[in-house]
C-alpha cells in the first residue's frame, strides 16, 4: 500500500508541475497584432480534405469566401476522399457562384490503390496542384473567422516563420458529450499554444495551420510518417521543426480561432482520441513522449488507486485529495486559456468531468497504441 501511495503522490507531484510550467508559459503569450499597414499578400492555397461532409462543407466554404482577404490572393481546393454522400456536389453548387473553388476527386487521381493514410495522401495531391506559395489546412465541418487569411498573412510577414500553428475550438452544442470535449480540447489547445510559443513541443492541429509549399517539399513532405492514418499536421510540424528549427511559430490571437464541431457520440468520441493517440510512437520530439507518458501514467494511477479502494478503503482519503490537488492545479491553467477562447462559463463543469477524463484517458491512450479504431467508415490499425 505504501509502495502505491509512494508512486501516486510523485506522479501527481510531476504532473502538477508540469501544469503550473504551462501555465507560466501561457501567461507570457500576447496576442499578436495585426499591422494596420497593407502588407504584400502571399497567395494561399486552402485545402480542405473532405468525406462525406455534405452536411457541413457549404457552411465551411462560406466562411471562407465571406473573409476579408482579396479574392485575387488565395483559392481553395476541396479534395474529395471517396464520399458515398452528396459532398462532391455540394462543392459543385458553391463552385457555380465562386470560381476560385476547385474540387479534386481522390478516386479519379488513384484509382482503387489503398493507402493507410488517405488524409495525407488528399492533401499531398492537392498541394501539387495548388498554385500559392504558401499550404493553409483546415476540415471540412471548420467555420473559419472573418480576419482569418488576413491575420496568417500579417503573422507570416511580420515574423518569417515557415510553419504556423493557430487555435481551434469546439462549437458547444450544449449536451453533455459536447461539454467534455469543449473542456478537454480547450485544455489541449492551451497547451499547444504555451508550448510551440516557448519553442518546446510541436503541437498543432490540421483544423488551422499554414505552412510554407516549399518548406513541405524541402522536408520530403509526408515521407516517413506516411504509414500511419493520422498525423497530417504534427508529424510533419515535428519533421520542419527539425530540419528548421526557429522556424515555427504560433499565432495567438482569439480572431484567428477557427471553430470546429464536436464527435455527436463517444464512440465517434473515442475514436477520434485513440486515432490522434495513435501517432506517438512517431514523434522524434522526446519532450512530448515523457510529456505525454507521464500524463498517462497519473491518470492511470489514480484509476488503479480508486479501484484499490474498494479493497482497500483507507485509500479513498489519498485518492480524493490526489484529485482535489489534480482538478485545481489544471483550473488554475484552464481560467486563463478560457478566457482567452472565451469560454469561461464552462469551466463550472470542469470538476464534473474528471472521473470521465481519467478513464478516456486512460482507454483511448492504450489503444491508441495497441487496438484499432473506425475512422470516416474506414477501420484503421
Known amino acids: 500500500m505504501w509502495l502505491l501511495y509512494t508512486i501516486c503522490c510523485l506522479l501527481c507531484a510531476a504532473y502538477c508541475s508540469i501544469i503550473i510550467i504551462y501555465r507560466v508559459w501561457f501567461k507570457k503569450l500576447k496576442s499578436f497584432q495585426p499591422s494596420e499597414s497593407i502588407h504584400p499578400y502571399h497567395f494561399f492555397s486552402v485545402i480542405i480534405p473532405a468525406r462525406n461532409e455534405a452536411a457541413n462543407i457549404t457552411n465551411c466554404l462560406q466562411s471562407i469566401v465571406a473573409g476579408n482577404y482579396p479574392q485575387a490572393y488565395y483559392e481553395i481546393i476541396v479534395i474529395d476522399d471517396f464520399s458515398t454522400d452528396d459532398t462532391p456536389e455540394c462543392i459543385r453548387k458553391m463552385q457555380q457562384q465562386y470560381s476560385h473553388i476547385k474540387l479534386l476527386s481522390l478516386k479519379a487521381l488513384i484509382g482503387n490503390r489503398s493507402f493507410l493514410a488517405y488524409k495525407k495522401k488528399a492533401i499531398e495531391l492537392a498541394i501539387v496542384e495548388a498554385k500559392g506559395d504558401w499550404i493553409v489546412t483546415t476540415d471540412a465541418d471548420c467555420i473559419v473567422p472573418t480576419n482569418w487569411l488576413s491575420n496568417l498573412n500579417d503573422y507570416i510577414q511580420q515574423t518569417n516563420a515557415v510553419f504556423v500553428a493557430a487555435p481551434v475550438s469546439f462549437i458547444n452544442t450544449h449536451s453533455f458529450i459536447s461539454l467534455f470535449q469543449c473542456l478537454d480540447f480547450m485544455s489541449l489547445q492551451g497547451i499547444t499554444a504555451a508550448a510551440v510559443s ?134 488554475s491553467f484552464m481560467m486563463p486559456v478560457a478566457h482567452f477562447f472565451k469560454q469561461e462559463k464552462l469551466l463550472i463543469w470542469f470538476p464534473v468531468m474528471q472521473p470521465f477524463h481519467i478513464v478516456y484517458t486512460v482507454v483511448a491512450g492504450w489503444l491508441g497504441l495497441f487496438g484499432s479504431y473506425q475512422w470516416k467508415d474506414r477501420k484503421v490499425k
Open 198 to 331: 516557448a519553442g518546446v513541443h510541436s503541437m498543432c492541429n490540421g483544423a488551422n495551420l499554414a505552412y510554407s509549399k516549399a518548406i513541405f517539399y524541402a522536408v520530403d513532405g509526408f515521407k516517413g510518417i506516411d504509414t500511419i492514418a493520422s498525423g497530417d499536421d504534427m508529424l510533419l510540424m515535428d519533421k520542419i521543426q527539425k530540419q528548421y528549427p526557429g522556424s515555427v511559430g504560433y499565432l495567438f490571437n482569439n480572431n484567428s480561432i477557427v471553430q470546429t464541431l464536436p464527435m455527436p457520440t463517444w464512440k465517434d468520441f473515442i475514436n477520434q482520441r485513440i486515432r490522434w493517440a495513435s501517432k506517438t510512437g512517431k514523434y522524434t520530439d522526446k519532450k512530448i513522449i515523457a510529456v505525454l507518458a507521464l500524463v498517462y501514467l497519473f491518470n492511470l494511477s489514480l484509476l488503479i488507486l480508486f479501484i484499490a479502494c474498494f479493497f482497500v478503503p483507507e485509500l479513498f482519503v489519498l485518492w480524493l485529495i490526489l484529485l482535489m490537488v489534480k482538478t485545481i492545479c489544471e483550473l
